[in-house]
C-alpha cells in the first residue's frame, strides 16, 4: 500500500509522551473483523490463539493473530504506522521494526482493562467494531460519559500540567505510543461488542536509545 493509504496522520502531546493518530483502511479492518470471526466459530482454533492468561483485560476474549495472517493483512499498515510515529516523533527514520505481538479484544458488557502498560518499544490500538451507543452513566449530571474509553495517564495534574487522556473510541481510528505510557479501558453498558487491535513492538535500538540523550543504556 501507498502512503496515500494511510490519511489523517495526527500527534498529541498531552502530557509529554507523544501519542500519534492514523486512520486504518477499511480494508485492513474489514479483513481483520473477518478473520476474527472466523477464529470466534473455531473452538479449538479460538483456544489455542487466545492470550488471556498473559494479559490484564477483564474480557471476554483476547484473540492473538496468526503469523500468515498479520504478514498478509495488516503489517504493511503496521509498519508504516510506526514509521510514522518515530520519524514525527524523532526526526529519525527506523529500518527495523519488530513485532512482539498482535492481538484482538472482544469486550462486552461491564468488561473492563484495568490500568497498565506494555512490552517493547512501542505500543498501539486501533478500534474494528463498537456498539451503537455505550450506555448512559449512573449519574446523568456527569459532565463526560467515560463508558467504553480509552484513558492514557502519565505524571500528576498540577498547575500548567495535566496527567490524562480520554480518547472516545471511533471506528477505524489507531493509536500509537511509548510501551510505558499507562492506559485503561473503561466498561460500558449494552449487548454490542466492543472490538480493538492492539500491539507490542520494537523498533531499531539505536533510534530507540538516542531519545534518552547521552545516557548510555545500562547492561
Known sequence: MSKQSYPNVKLFRPFGPAIMEIDMPKEV?????????????????????????????????????????????????????????????????????????????????????????????????????????????????KEVNKNGMIEFVHGSTMFSSRSQMFIKPALGKFYVFPHYLMHLVYPFKGKEERRSISFNGEIDEQVFLSTYGPFKKIE
Open 29 to 141: 479492518v474489514d479483513n481483520v473483523n473477518d478473520y476474527v470471526e472466523k477464529i470466534a466459530k473455531d473452538k479449538k482454533k479460538s483456544k489455542k490463539l487466545d492470550m488471556g492468561d498473559k494479559l490484564v483485560g477483564q474480557v471476554k476474549q483476547e484473540i492473538a493473530l496468526e503469523k500468515e495472517f498479520y504478514e498478509s493483512h495488516f503489517k504493511n499498515f503496521l509498519t508504516y504506522a510506526v514509521q510514522s510515529y518515530v520519524y514525527l516523533v524523532t526526526k529519525q527514520k527506523t529500518k527495523n521494526f519488530k513485532l512482539i505481538d498482535c492481538w484482538v479484544v472482544r469486550q462486552y458488557e461491564n468488561d473492563y482493562n484495568p490500568n497498565h502498560y506494555h512490552s517493547g518499544h512501542l505500543s498501539g490500538v486501533g478500534y474494528l467494531k463498537l456498539p451503537k451507543s455505550f450506555g448512559e452513566t449512573e449519574q446523568t449530571t
